[in-house]
């Protein structure tokens, strides 16, 4: 079983960009499909970008299309989210993911279907406060 561990969370203004990454410890890394969720208070956690051990295919969420990209190095354990542009609406917590499971191979059903399955490995997450 992988443990997560997140960085790179902090304070931008609108336009600002941010990169997140995620180390994994653990053997397998390169079997999970991994991922970033972000959640704010009152609000159900999101699926914001996830993707598959072959980087094929990775998901985005309609509101970071163009905005954000997800990133896996293998070799190092680690994944990122290079978040662009950002806006007051992308503030939130941010958790990365991972799971290894036949039915999270494709970092869609992890992003958008991962909660009802119920995703293996959180990281504990980190900030991301875009402010006006």
């Known amino acids: 079983q992988l443990q997560l561990v997140e960085s790179g969370g902090g304070s931008v203004p609108p336009g600002g960009s941010l990169r997140l990454s995620c180390t994994a410890s653990g053997v397998g890394f390169g079997t999970y499909t991994i991922g970033w969720f972000r959640q704010t208070p009152g609000k159900r956690r999101e699926g914001v970008s996830c ?39 992308d503030t939130a917590v941010y958790y990365c993911a991972a799971d290894n499971a036949a039915v999270m191979t494709q970092g869609y059903n992890l992003c958008v279907m991962g909660d009802a399955y119920g995703i293996a490995v959180w990281g504990k997450g980190t900030p991301v406060t875009v402010f006006s």
Do not use: C, H, W
């Not at 299309?65 to 609406?89: C, H, V, W």
């Open 51 to 89: 993707v598959s051990p072959d980087e094929l295919s990775p998901y985005y969420v309609d509101s970071v299309k163009g905005r954000f990209t997800i990133s896996r190095d293998n070799a190092k354990n680690t994944f990122y989210l290079q978040m662009d542009d950002l806006k007051p609406e």
